[in-house]
């Protein structure tokens, strides 16, 4: 009974989670190269006797004069020949061809012809791994996105902790602050870029503010080439200010769960707010605080709307927004190599969960809890 | 008895609280709540002010976008700003395709998420750990990134570039926190209520329906809204999945670098608006989400 009711769901993973991620590895690993079949008999559904690569120049042993009709009705000569050649491993390989595969010189006469047209076959290849790791924008886009994190999140996690540690206090208002600190679980990453280009941009508010009270003489543009470093503050901004709920959400809860003597010891013996903090909430928040960081690096990988919208997406660039870059049909319409980028993205956050349940002892619990 | 004699005889010992000293201390207690409000007005000033400026941008006139410096309030309040987001070419039919794709989403995700999120609330049963495990672990992975093979697959079958199927994509991005919610609020449903409806001669089926169903409808309402937000907002699927049949983000994204201002801020409003709406409605529910599921 209770298979038949997690069926769907297993079935839905299967198809749309785990049998994607096999075919992402697939693309990745793979590419699609034209081989010509030949044909054990002079016609097209007869037994493959072996592949030639495109391009191969091969012997005519043998021709056949067979005939096709039209569409309108009219009959006119095909060719088939049986030829011999080397296949792509060097072997020589025997079989019989359609004419429309290979250019021949005459039909009739010629010993010798090359190929020309053939199926499209998937081999193996590392190309795509290559054409991933050799482009010159990949060594910037690991960096900067590893570079996000590390200053994302040690942020994000003090002002988590702030906001939940503001809620847990029963202040009057509790549920107003309460919904105020959870929108931003419903703004997505591209919202949250335009609304901070709203404030980065030369005419923004930063600059009216700066400009208006008299700070600067005339506009600083923050949003330009040269300024690296004022372009990862104002994604560094724009992510703390969009991603820090979810992270609330899950340490406030871990509280809830804290019982509250715990809470209130620390409070009768006289102990400070950062002593409180330091030896009775944090380490009773660990396991919550886990599943909140793997989650949080998890959803850092993903990040590129913020980016594009803040700084086009060429000056600085990250992870997702290459494995656009590769897709997207109207640049370098390079499935594959999205697939390898796809693929990297996955091990590499596989890697890091699996590094931080290693990391922390109470990984039981932290598992579940995920 | 004799300790109720002789405790009145010990209290003196107990110097008496000076009036200064209470004084201080009441002062030190009000100084310590009204830092924790100023913190927390802080806070949520954090929050609203840029949702405030981007509000201020979508209600101004396109001139006051373009001017300098900038007013932080809309000076004359106006449509016009949304008004000529509107009009521009597709964005109806594509805010309309992200209203679809969202609907189909929560539909899909909460029916198959249902019998899940029950089966692991009431039964025990072997492999249920293993089950919940490898569901839950889904979430350990980016699965936007799955939007690459995804894309190819749907290509092959013909069916890429339809509100459906990216739906069908999206499906799978929110399904394992819809049975990991919904599993929490069946979880909060009594057992003992389903038990009393049995004894009372319900099948289990008329149980769930009439009781427990009935009962979690709030919770699995507030997780369905969920799951139309995490639809609505996400963009990087969207965008590999459709081409002629963008969502309001994809739309938006894909033409962000060649429109003005004054769209892409009456567009950052409009993806807005929706989510600061439907958190309203759920924000009872968002802790039990995660912090019943363990019990």
Do not use: C
């Not at chain 1, 011999?84 to 061809?97: I, L, M």
């Not at chain 2, 009145?8 to 200064?20: F, G, K, M, Q």
């Not at chain 2, 929050?47 to 900038?70: D, G, Q, V, Y």
């Amino acid at each position: 009974m209770p298979y038949l009711l997690l069926l769907p769901s297993l079935l839905y993973l299967l198809l749309f989670f785990a049998y994607p991620m096999v075919q992402a590895f697939q693309l990745a690993f793979s590419k699609s190269v034209p081989y010509l079949n030949l044909r054990a008999e002079p016609n097209a559904t007869a037994a493959t006797t072996g592949t030639l690569a495109m391009q191969t120049v091969v012997t005519v042993l043998d021709r056949q004069r067979q005939e096709e009709t039209l569409p309108n009705g009219v009959k006119r000569p095909v060719f088939w020949f049986k030829v011999e050649a080397p296949n792509p491993d060097g072997v020589p390989v025997q079989g019989w061809v359609n004419q429309r595969n290979v250019f021949i010189e005459s039909r009739t006469e010629s010993t010798t012809a090359r190929v020309t047209t053939g199926e499209p076959t998937l081999v193996f290849t590392l190309e795509n791994i290559q054409r991933m790791t050799s482009d010159f924008r990949f060594g910037p886009a690991v960096l900067t996105t590893f570079l996000l994190i590390i200053l994302i999140l040690p942020l994000q996690f003090a002002l988590a902790i702030g906001m939940a540690l503001v809620l847990q206090s029963q202040i009057r208002a509790n549920g107003l602050f309460l919904y105020i600190y959870a929108i931003p679980l419903g703004i997505s990453d591209l919202t949250a870029g335009i609304v901070w280009y709203a404030i980065f941009t030369q005419r923004g508010f930063l600059n009216s503010a700066l400009v208006g009270s008299g700070v600067l003489p005339q506009p600083f543009i923050f949003l330009q080439p040269d300024h690296t470093a004022w372009m990862i503050t104002a994604i560094v901004l724009a992510e703390v200010w969009r991603a820090t709920s979810i992270v609330m959400v899950i340490v406030v809860a871990g509280l809830q769960a804290v019982p509250r003597d715990y809470l209130e010891a620390g409070e009768v013996f006289g102990a400070t707010v950062w002593q409180r903090l330091r030896y009775v909430i944090l380490p009773l928040l660990k396991p919550s605080l886990q599943v909140a960081l793997i989650l949080r690096t998890i959803l850092a990988f993903q990040v590129f709307a913020v980016v594009v919208a803040l700084t086009g997406g060429d000056v600085l660039t990250v992870l997702g927004n290459e494995t656009y870059r590769w897709y997207d049909p109207a640049r370098l319409n390079s499935p594959n190599v999205a697939a390898a980028y796809a693929g990297f993205i996955l091990l590499i956050s596989l890697g890091i969960s699996f590094f931080y349940l290693r990391a922390v002892r109470s990984q039981e619990e932290s598992v579940k809890a995920l | 008895m004799t300790t109720l004699t002789t405790q009145p005889e010990t209290r003196p010992a107990v110097p008496p609280l000076d009036a200064s000293v209470r004084r201080r201390a009441r002062i030190r207690h009000n100084l310590r709540r009204s830092s924790i409000y100023g913190v927390a007005i802080l806070i949520a000033i954090w929050i609203l002010l840029p949702i405030w400026l981007i509000t201020t941008m979508a209600f101004s006139t396109p001139e006051n976008i373009r001017a300098f410096p900038k007013p932080f309030v809309p000076s004359p309040a106006t449509t016009e700003t949304i008004n000529f987001f509107l009009s521009a070419e597709g964005i109806v039919q594509s805010a309309l395709n992200s209203v679809i794709v969202a609907v189909l989403t929560l539909v899909i995700s909460t029916l198959i998420a249902v019998p899940a999120g029950y089966a692991i609330a009431r039964f025990l049963f072997p492999g249920r750990d293993a089950i919940r495990l490898g569901i839950l672990s889904v979430r350990a992975f980016p699965i936007v990134v799955l939007g690459v093979p995804i894309a190819t697959i749907y290509i092959q079958l013909g069916i890429y570039d339809s509100p459906i199927s990216l739906a069908l994509m999206h499906v799978a991005l929110t399904l394992p926190t819809t049975i990991l919610v919904i599993s929490s609020v069946f979880a909060s449903v009594p057992y003992e209520l389903e038990e009393a409806a049995q004894i009372f001669g319900s099948t289990p089926v008329q149980a769930f329906w009439q009781v427990v169903l009935p009962l979690s409808l709030p919770g699995i309402a507030a997780s369905a809204l969920l799951t139309f937000v995490l639809s609505w907002n996400e963009v990087f699927a969207a965008i590999m999945l459709t081409l002629m049949n963008r969502t309001l983000p994809a739309a938006i994204l894909y033409t962000l670098d060649k429109s003005g201002d004054p769209f892409k801020f009456a567009g950052a409003f409009f993806m807005l608006m929706p989510a600061i709406v439907f958190i309203f409605f759920i924000r009872r529910y968002l802790f039990n989400m995660w912090g019943s599921i363990n019990k």
